[in-house]
């Protein structure tokens, strides 16, 4: 991310703007793509929550777990949530899926 980027944008753009990009990746099966991408806008959610106070968007968080759940790489998969749950969240029902999908997780592996 380039730091002199407002919060919230990634290569001169929203992040919400590359939602469809992020899909486009998927459906193509650029998995690495994918995932560069998705970590990427982490990065900067992360950077806009920090900088603004709000929460962090999900939707990428979720995209990038239910990406490394396909693969069946849980230990990514619990990563990518792990680092969701230590953060400020925004409201609504994504946040709570999340953790709860973290908790699932962490339950599958004891």
Known sequence: MDSSERPGWYQGKPIHAYVGEVQALRRA????GAERLLLSLI????????????GVAPWYYEELAKLYHQQR?????RAILERFAHQRHAPGVMPAQLLERLRRVDHTQS
């Open 43 to 54: 990065e900067t959610t992360e950077h806009e929550s920090h900088a603004t106070g709000q």
């Open 73 to 77: 790489n849980t230990p990514a998969e």
């Open 29 to 32: 099966g650029d998995v690495s």
